[in-house]
């Protein structure tokens, strides 16, 4: 696609439930990066990845959090459990390479706003 | 600990006139670049203007520049003739390898108002 898509939009869950958070990123992309943006906060870094290459998750804040990237495409991110500290907007984003990345900077998605009541 | 720190949350301007964001920034690295987005009611991130480390020339994308001071690690962001669409958030980060993980370091952001 022509932008980084990432569904839902937003997504309100129940304390304990599992939600899922997918980003489809521009076609072609090698590098995919999610963020997560909680209120009046910066963005976290989540996860890394790049290629084929084994993900960095070096970000992700518990065990309840997984993502995965199938075909070097589509990648999902699954929170287990949802506390309410989870609620914050989640930001997918991508570019071509790792190099171009630096050169002309990541393309980001419009975020998913996860609310946990 | 590699960190970006944007001292002001909000700022405000006149329609026309000229603002400066501010950005310090702390790294160990020798190779890494600088950013500055732009993030509307929206949410998505819009890149506004970068800056290559080992550039000493400072970056200017029309009505956008930076200040890139490398010894102070220091990296302002000047918006002139302001415009009602410029009215956002403004986000500061550093992409680089940091911790063993190339990703990029973002500061808490400075909230923007463009007064007519």
């Known amino acids: 696609g022509a932008g980084v898509s990432q569904s839902p939009s937003n997504k309100v869950t129940e304390k304990g439930k599992d939600v899922e958070l997918r980003c489809d990123p521009i076609?072609?992309?090698?590098?995919l990066y999610w963020y997560r943006q909680s209120l009046g906060q910066g963005l976290e870094f989540l996860i890394y990845?790049?290629?084929?290459?084994?993900?960095?998750k070096s970000g992700l804040p518990s065990d309840r959090f997984s993502a995965e990237r199938t075909g070097g495409s589509v990648s999902t991110l699954t929170i287990q459990r949802t506390q309410q500290e989870d609620s914050a907007v989640y930001l997918c984003?991508?570019?071509?390479?790792?190099?171009?990345?630096?050169?002309?900077?990541?393309?980001f998605g419009s975020g998913t706003r996860l609310t946990v009541v | 600990a590699q960190t970006v720190t944007q001292s002001q949350p909000e700022m405000s301007v006149q329609e026309a006139e000229t603002v400066t964001l501010s950005c310090t920034y702390d790294?160990?690295?020798?190779?890494?670049?600088l950013f500055w987005y732009k993030q509307p009611p929206s949410r998505q991130m819009i890149l506004v203007i970068r800056?290559?480390?080992?550039?000493?020339q400072n970056a200017t994308e029309n009505r956008f520049s930076v200040n890139f001071q490398k010894a102070a690690k220091s990296f302002s962001l000047k918006i002139s003739d302001s415009q009602l669409g410029d009215a956002a958030m403004y986000f500061c980060?550093?992409?680089?390898?940091?911790?063993?993980?190339?990703?990029?370091?973002f500061g808490t952001g400075t909230r923007l108002k463009v007064l007519a």
């Open positions: 990845f790049q290629g084929n290459s084994a993900p960095d």
């Open positions: 984003a991508s570019s071509s390479t790792r190099l171009a990345g630096g050169l002309y900077g990541y393309t």
């Open positions: 076609s072609g992309h090698t590098a």
């Open positions: 980060a550093s992409l680089g390898e940091y911790s063993g993980t190339y990703k990029y370091i």
């Open positions: 790294t160990s690295e020798s190779d890494y670049y």
């Open positions: 800056q290559e480390a080992y550039k000493q």
